[in-house]
């Protein structure tokens, strides 16, 4: 894929413009900004995100460096493509709620300063349950935050410590809990399953909490082991047994029937919404499954906007740097084919309870969809295609059948 430029003067580490011809649409697109919070308390093992600790940065970088340097980058994206109101704002990481409710109230400042909020606009924070509180959730929904997401991950304590995670089993329900009583309409519980240790009862266990904790959002994830993790290597070494597919296929099964009947419904094959409330959906996620723009601000972050996407350097210190020279941070970008396009709008809408529209798929294609319905992956509900619970689970392979 090759990089497009143009000269509309804002220079970066790799001589990354954006293309006018990129910057036409923005607007009447769904439009949303990322921030990417790469600091964290401890590592947990199964994790590769792009996150430090305190001990790994040194007096390389801190929260204070890292924030000035996210004020200029998002005024410098504002002034590149017309700061068009944020319709999603999205702080992810790492560990946002670090930074405290001030600092995530400067992340939201920061937002709204260069590009502004549309009305009723989504602003989600990711949290981490031990650096929470009734104070801590007050403040952000006085600051303007309308949802949290919460890392869960398993309410069995065998679990949490196969993943190096530091909360207490019960932290997160309560979590959730004061968050609700601070105002939070929207919050949801992260999940991950197929943890080696992990038992039919664990998961149980979990569904009940999450199910007490009466939030309206759930996501849940088959465990990965990443290369480069303490999780891989200890399986590597033969400390932990690698996950089971069949295993992670029954858990996904148990896990949907459970939620199903709890009123929460599956609209993308990881997540679970409350049952006729759009609204509970999240929206910003969305925006990525559906092919919108987002601007991602932060150390490694990814951006796409009019089917060019680029992602930032991954160090907290260059990302401040670059920044404070006046320049954006990029450090790679690429022109998306029409091909290109096309594959992932069959890659990510399949996964959407909405389906796969199939005006999108070639005549070869459609020939191939019809296959995968035959087999029993998938239906056509109207115009779209749309996974069958068992094609839920063979996602991927259903999208390689179509993309033959």
């Known amino acids: 894929m090759s990089e497009t430029r143009t000269g509309n003067g ?24 990322y921030v990417h919070v790469p ?4 590592r947990c ?29 998002l005024d410098i994206a504002a002034d590149m493509i ?23 109230a400067d992340v939201l400042g920061a937002v709204r300063s260069s590009f502004g909020l549309a009305p009723g606009a989504e602003v989600t924070t990711e949290s981490n349950p031990e650096s929470t509180g009734p104070e801590f959730f007050s403040r952000i929904r006085a600051a303007g935050y309308t949802r949290v997401s919460l890392g869960m991950q398993s309410a069995a304590s065998h679990v949490l410590a196969v993943l190096d995670r530091t909360h207490t089993p019960g932290r997160p329900v309560a979590a959730a809990r004061e968050a609700r009583a601070a105002g939070f309409d929207n919050v949801n519980l992260d999940l991950i399953y197929g943890t080696p240790g992990e038992r039919d009862e664990d998961v149980d266990r979990s569904l009940d909490a999450v199910l007490d904790a009466g939030v309206d959002h759930v996501s849940a994830y088959a465990l990965i082991v990443e290369d480069g993790t303490a999780l891989a ?29 709890a009123g929460l419904t599956w609209y993308e094959v990881s997540n679970w919404a409350r049952a006729g409330d759009p609204s509970a959906r999240c929206a910003h996620n969305l925006g990525y499954w559906d092919g919108g723009d987002w601007w991602g601000a932060g150390p490694g972050a990814h951006s796409h906007v009019g089917g060019v996407r680029w992602w930032n350097v991954k160090h907290p210190a260059r990302y401040a740097e670059t ?23 069959v890659m990510l809408t399949v ?15 459609r020939d191939a969809a019809r296959t995968v319905v035959a087999d029993g992956l998938a239906d056509l509900h109207g115009d779209h295609l749309v996974l069958t619970g068992r094609g839920r689970l063979l996602a991927d392979a259903v999208v390689r059948s179509i993309l033959v």
Do not use: M
């Open 39 to 42: 600091f964290c308390a401890t």
């Open 323 to 345: 920044l404070a020279q006046g320049r954006l941070p990029v450090g790679g970008s690429e022109q998306l084919t029409v091909e290109d396009v096309h594959t992932e709008l």
């Open 233 to 261: 290597r200890r399986v590597r070494r033969g400390e932990l047994p690698a996950p089971d597919d069949d295993v992670l296929a029954a858990r996904y099964e148990r896990i949907d029937a459970r939620l199903e009947a």
């Open 10 to 33: 804002t220079g970066t580490d790799d001589g990354f413009e954006l293309p006018v011809a990129a910057r036409a649409g923005v607007g009447t697109r769904p439009f949303g900004v």
């Open 45 to 73: 093992g199964y994790c590769d995100f792009n996150t430090y600790t305190a001990g790994e940065l040194g007096s390389s970088a801190s929260p204070q460096s890292w924030l000035e340097g996210l004020r200029r980058e």
């Open 82 to 104: 017309g700061a068009p109101a944020a319709d999603t704002v999205f702080v992810g990481g790492g560990t946002p709620s670090l930074l405290g409710p001030r600092g995530l």
């Open 351 to 365: 996964r959407l309870r909405t389906g796969l529209p199939w005006a999108a798929l070639a005549p070869s294609e």
